[in-house]
């Protein structure tokens, strides 16, 4: 470890100019989010002009009468279009897109001649005119850069849009009761909508000009589908920035001379993360960018005194993009550098539970029921071996990836803050890998590995948890066994500390328990329990608590209250809770044994015991 964490005053005037512009986080200028609402209102009167023709009255009937009749049904088409394209653009406005700035000067004229051709809207006109002369006025304040993307965005939006269409075609081919003939079922009006979007006569019928203006309307959501899809199919990718070999190399002497001062940070290396360095190249920050969500992970990498430098360079990447910053499960000392640089808030998350190999004992009443579990286990006739991944051969490691892989128990990849992403790149000589094995009397696909366990390096002298996978056939309590081979055998590998799983809220679980505990104590222990049921918040801690260990706390930094649920979706998107792409199947995925950059994660459903 090097240097002292560098004191600074925290007055905001003492702080250096490029960090007084910078507090607080890259936060939207009031005109791009004043902007972006009255946006996602113009589209609203637009749509309501294109579906509701009526629903005020006009004041221009003297100039309507000499208007040609013809232009009502694709006036009330071009309304429509314009309003749903700016409730589109409304977000990219609120953030400062300058693309979206871009697509909202060229509707925002097309939705007021509609409004004045259609409805004769003197009103509708000028909101329209008065927000494209505020877009020209304060263009300078959309300058963000695109964010990641990929095509998977075009499916996404061809599922959503053709929702959005259908649900807002029945409303315009009921919106016109008074001209409809006879009394069409809902099955006809879905039949009529369903035609309509593909250009083509439904089964619904009316009177006078009304057809025209349904035809075109529902026309025109067909066509915004297709052109938006098209559109998102075929534009230049964006794709998230990965950590090239040359980032890699840099993080790697980082780790080698400041690694043993985060447990984490060995993580840094996925590399499905982008990386910052500081001018000075001693310090850098990983992330990823989830759902607009700037998100690193654990503490900067390398010099604490050149910790300032790379978290500005990472404020400034977000203030670029309109990104929202945040880090998750950074420790007390960074948590502290972060806000006192940036202005941000820290809020704890939980703890990270950490054992003194010393320290460590199956004697005692404390540890009983895990010294019981072990040697019940070896009387079963199970045995451990614990290496280094340098140390096994190519054909074994190659059985332990691809058991890691089947032995996941989901479909979804999960892990961010706390995994890896691979097993055995040769990059990795110094992970650790423990496995249970047991001689049966039929081998099965992977010979007598019954369970794995993943260590990645934590400086020189300790390792931190990465995967757990076992068996679901193999009995249980082989996370216990394991975890204890691999406290027993750390002495002869120069390992005086692990780095076990994470807890989340563990401090309120713990004090909710006790006695004396008040009510809302209580009570947000009962919350946390109940969502125990799903995300294992418990049982993870529980388990982690049987080893005796010491906590360490982590924390979350984000920008504002406001931010956090934005930040905790993004966050299990992250971890893979949740999964908005559409995966393959699981029988019709490739499979591959050699070494990739795929996400593990040490899961509460794998770390439960028996």
Same mark, same amino acid.
């Given at each position: 470890?090097?240097?002292?964490?560098?004191?600074?005053?925290?007055?905001?005037?003492?702080?250096?100019?490029?960090?007084?512009?910078?507090?607080?986080?890259?936060?939207?200028?009031?005109?791009?989010?004043?902007?972006?609402?009255?946006? @996602?209102?113009?589209?609203?009167?637009?749509?309501?002009?294109?579906?509701?023709?009526? #629903?005020?009255?006009?004041?221009?009937?003297?100039?309507?009468?000499?208007?040609?009749?013809?232009?009502?049904?694709?006036?009330?088409?071009?309304?429509?279009?314009?309003?749903?394209?700016?409730?589109?653009?409304?977000? !990219?406005?609120?953030?400062?897109?300058? =693309?979206?700035?871009?697509?909202?000067?060229?509707?925002?004229?097309?939705?007021?001649?509609?409004?004045?051709?259609?409805?004769?809207?003197?009103?509708?006109?000028?909101?329209?005119?008065?927000?494209?002369?505020?877009?020209?006025?304060?263009?300078?304040?959309?300058?963000?850069?695109?964010?990641?993307?990929?095509?998977?965005?075009?499916?996404?939006?061809?599922?959503?849009?053709?929702?959005?269409?259908?649900?807002?075609?029945?409303?315009?081919?009921?919106?016109?009761?008074?001209?409809?003939?006879? +009394?069409?079922?809902?099955?006809?009006?879905?039949?009529?909508?369903?035609?309509?979007?593909?250009?083509?006569?439904?089964?619904?019928?009316?009177?006078?000009?009304?057809? %025209?203006?349904?035809?075109?309307?529902?026309?025109?959501?067909?066509?915004?589908? @297709?052109?938006?899809?098209?559109?998102?199919? &075929?534009?230049?990718?964006?794709?998230?920035?990965?950590?090239?070999?040359? +980032?890699?190399?840099?993080?790697?002497?980082?780790?080698?001379?400041?690694?043993?001062?985060?447990?984490?940070?060995? #993580? *840094?290396?996925?590399?499905?993360?982008?990386?910052?360095?500081?001018?000075?190249?001693?310090?850098?920050?990983?992330?990823?960018?989830?759902?607009?969500?700037?998100?690193?992970?654990?503490?900067?990498? !390398?010099?604490?005194?050149?910790?300032?430098?790379?978290?500005? =360079? &990472?404020?400034?990447?977000?203030?670029?993009?309109? %990104?929202?910053?945040?880090?998750?499960?950074?420790?007390?000392?960074?948590?502290?550098?972060?806000?006192?640089?940036?202005?941000?808030?820290?809020?704890?998350?939980? /703890?990270?539970?950490?054992?003194?190999?010393?320290? $460590?004992?199956?004697?005692?009443?404390?540890?009983?029921?895990?010294?019981?579990?072990?040697?019940?286990?070896?009387? *079963?006739?199970?045995?451990? =071996?614990?290496?280094?991944?340098? +140390?096994?051969?190519?054909?074994?490691?190659?059985?332990?990836?691809?058991?890691?892989?089947? %032995?996941?128990?989901?479909?979804?990849? =999960?892990?961010?803050?706390?995994?890896?992403?691979?097993?055995?790149?040769?990059?990795?000589?110094?992970?650790?890998?423990?496995?249970?094995?047991?001689?049966?009397?039929?081998?099965?696909?992977?010979?007598?590995?019954?369970?794995?366990?993943?260590?990645?390096?934590?400086?020189?002298?300790?390792?931190?948890?990465?995967?757990?996978?076992?068996?679901?056939?193999?009995?249980?309590?082989?996370?216990?066994?394991?975890?204890?081979?691999?406290?027993?055998?750390?002495?002869?590998?120069?390992?005086?500390?692990?780095?076990?799983?994470?807890?989340?809220?563990?401090?309120?679980? *713990?004090?909710?328990?006790?006695?004396?505990?008040?009510?809302?104590?209580?009570?947000?222990?009962?919350?946390?329990?109940?969502?125990?049921?799903?995300?294992?918040?418990?049982?993870?801690?529980? $388990?982690?608590?049987? &080893?005796?260990?010491?906590?360490?706390?982590? $924390?979350?930094?984000?920008?504002?209250?406001? /931010?956090?649920?934005?930040?905790?979706?993004?966050?299990?998107?992250?971890?893979?809770?949740?999964?908005? *792409?559409?995966?393959?199947?699981?029988?019709?995925?490739?499979?591959?044994?050699?070494?990739?950059?795929?996400?593990?994660?040490?899961?509460?459903?794998?770390?439960?015991?028996?």
């Amino acid at each position: 470890m090097s240097g002292a964490v560098p004191q600074r005053s925290s007055r905001v005037g003492q702080l250096p100019s490029r960090v007084r512009h910078l507090l607080r986080g890259p936060r939207p200028e009031a005109v791009p989010l004043l902007v972006g609402r009255a946006c @996602a209102l113009v589209g609203l009167l637009d749509i309501a002009a294109g579906v509701f023709p009526r #629903f005020r009255h006009s004041r221009m009937h003297a100039i309507a009468e000499v208007l040609p009749g013809s232009t009502g049904p694709f006036a009330a088409a071009l309304s429509l279009s314009a309003g749903v394209l700016l409730l589109l653009l409304a977000h !990219g406005l609120k953030r400062g897109k300058r =693309r979206a700035w871009r697509a909202a000067v060229v509707l925002l004229p097309a939705g007021a001649v509609a409004q004045f051709t259609y409805r004769h809207s003197v009103v509708g006109v000028l909101i329209s005119l008065a927000l494209l002369a505020t877009l020209l006025r304060h263009r300078d304040q959309f300058t963000a850069l695109p964010d990641p993307r990929s095509r998977w965005r075009a499916l996404a939006n061809f599922v959503l849009m053709g929702a959005g269409s259908l649900a807002l075609g029945l409303i315009i081919v009921s919106a016109h009761p008074n001209t409809l003939v006879g +009394d069409p079922s809902l099955v006809d009006r879905i039949t009529h909508v369903l035609y309509g979007l593909f250009g083509f006569e439904g089964p619904v019928d009316y009177q006078g000009n009304t057809s %025209w203006t349904v035809a075109f309307s529902l026309g025109a959501l067909g066509w915004i589908t @297709a052109v938006t899809t098209i559109y998102l199919a &075929f534009r230049p990718e964006h794709p998230a920035a990965r950590l090239t070999e040359d +980032d890699e190399a840099r993080l790697r002497a980082l780790l080698a001379k400041h690694g043993g001062r985060d447990s984490l940070g060995h #993580f *840094a290396l996925r590399r499905d993360k982008a990386v910052v360095f500081s001018p000075s190249g001693k310090a850098a920050v990983t992330y990823r960018v989830v759902s607009g969500v700037m998100l690193a992970s654990g503490d900067p990498i !390398g010099d604490v005194e050149a910790w300032p430098g790379a978290i500005e =360079r &990472f404020m400034d990447e977000a203030k670029a993009h309109s %990104w929202t910053p945040a880090v998750m499960g950074c420790s007390e000392t960074g948590a502290e550098v972060w806000t006192r640089e940036t202005g941000l808030d820290a809020l704890e998350l939980g /703890d990270e539970a950490v054992v003194d190999v010393p320290d $460590f004992s199956l004697a005692g009443r404390a540890m009983r029921n895990v010294r019981q579990m072990v040697k019940r286990i070896e009387r *079963a006739g199970y045995e451990t =071996r614990v290496r280094r991944v340098r +140390d096994l051969g190519e054909t074994e490691l190659d059985r332990i990836r691809r058991a890691a892989d089947d %032995w996941r128990g989901t479909d979804t990849e =999960r892990g961010f803050s706390m995994a890896l992403g691979r097993v055995g790149d040769p990059a990795d000589g110094d992970c650790l890998v423990a496995t249970a094995h047991k001689a049966d009397e039929e081998p099965g696909e992977y010979g007598d590995l019954k369970a794995i366990l993943h260590f990645v390096p934590w400086g020189t002298d300790g390792v931190s948890l990465d995967l757990m996978r076992r068996d679901r056939s193999a009995d249980p309590g082989m996370n216990e066994l394991l975890i204890v081979a691999a406290l027993q055998a750390a002495p002869r590998f120069g390992i005086a500390r692990v780095s076990l799983n994470f807890a989340m809220f563990r401090s309120a679980l *713990a004090r909710g328990e006790k006695i004396g505990a008040g009510p809302v104590l209580r009570a947000w222990r009962g919350l946390l329990v109940f969502l125990s049921r799903w995300f294992q918040i418990e049982s993870l801690y529980k $388990f982690n608590a049987k &080893f005796r260990p010491r906590w360490e706390p982590r $924390f979350v930094v984000y920008r504002a209250s406001a /931010d956090l649920p934005r930040l905790g979706f993004a966050a299990m998107q992250a971890e893979g809770f949740v999964n908005l *792409a559409l995966p393959l199947p699981r029988f019709l995925r490739r499979r591959t044994h050699a070494p990739r950059p795929c996400p593990h994660r040490v899961t509460e459903r794998d770390a439960q015991a028996a």
